[in-house]
């Protein structure tokens, strides 16, 4: 893939973009929550992979949103594919994550808003419109912001020992294949707690310090990449199960300690 040079624009000016983005998803989305509304099924092979109108309305905005504020940017999103591929600044989109969560009701769902500067996730941010909850990173460290419009730093805790671990997934059977359920059945065995659903909202736990460990496989660069960052600054590390990058997806491991993270990564195989 051939990247352009664009220059990068002042951080402040991105991130501030990225709020407005989430906020006009949100208005997108919301008025379909908690609604009787038609669920379509991507899966074409025997699956169940659902999609709502709230899904498309708020990609089809995000995307409007940035051509119009930055026509050279590109767009990775889940519901319409790719725009610009070529582009050096990248952003990559779930409008919403969790949308099994989203069509029972449940607000364990997110809009999702990354931001790449080549192969790098330079930003992330993670939007719960009904709860009124916003998880983003800012150039160094992470923040939370509640009903109460008060932006609060987050960080994740202290857990060096698998023992003591709170470990979640979005749910077994979402896991990609057999060995990684066995994988992830070994790894739970060993940990104090382990919940299930969560989807993005389990990730952000993670990083304000309610979560020590989420494992996941099958994953897509537009479910994990804007979390990437909202983990590592909060302290938190976040890889493939082998320990590489997290940014194409696939087998994803975070823990809010490093000390911890490396002996998952060991019981889970690589």
């Excluded at 624009?9 to 990225?18: E, S």
């Excluded at 730093?153 to 979640?168: G, K, S």
């Excluded at 790894?187 to 952000?204: I, P």
């Excluded at 736990?205 to 994953?219: I, N, R």
């Amino acid at each position: 893939m051939t990247l352009t040079k664009d220059p990068r624009p002042p951080f402040k000016q991105l991130l501030a973009f990225a709020h407005e983005l989430a906020d006009g998803a949100g208005a997108a989305i919301l008025p379909h929550f908690r609604r009787r509304i038609a669920v379509d099924n991507k899966a074409d092979d025997g699956g169940y992979d659902p999609v709502t109108i709230a899904d498309r309305a708020a990609e089809r905005r995000i995307a409007k949103a940035i051509a119009q504020r930055y026509p050279d940017h590109g767009l990775v999103g889940e519901e319409y594919g790719t725009v610009n591929p070529g582009a050096r600044w990248r952003w990559i989109v779930d409008p919403i994550d969790g949308t099994r969560a989203f069509v029972m009701g449940s607000p364990l769902w997110g809009t999702l808003i990354g931001l790449m500067d080549a192969d790098a996730p330079v930003l992330g941010m993670m939007d719960q419109p009904f709860t009124g909850e916003r998880f983003w990173s800012d150039a160094k460290t992470s923040h939370w912001r509640g009903r109460d419009g008060k932006a609060r730093r987050i960080r994740t805790r202290p857990c060096p020992q698998i023992a003591d671990m709170v470990l979640t997934t979005t749910h077994p059977s979402l896991l990609a294949t057999s060995a990684d359920r066995t994988a992830f059945r070994r790894l739970e065995a060993k940990a104090r707690m382990t919940r299930f659903g969560g989807d993005c909202y389990a990730y952000c736990l993670l990083a304000a310090g309610f979560v020590d460990c989420v494992v996941e496989s099958g994953l897509k660069p537009y479910d994990i990449v804007a979390l990437i960052p909202i983990i590592e600054r909060a302290g938190g590390r976040i890889t493939s199960w082998d320990g590489g990058p997290a940014t194409s997806g696939g087998r994803i491991v975070a823990c809010g300690d490093a000390e911890v993270h490396a002996k998952v990564v060991e019981v889970l195989g690589g």
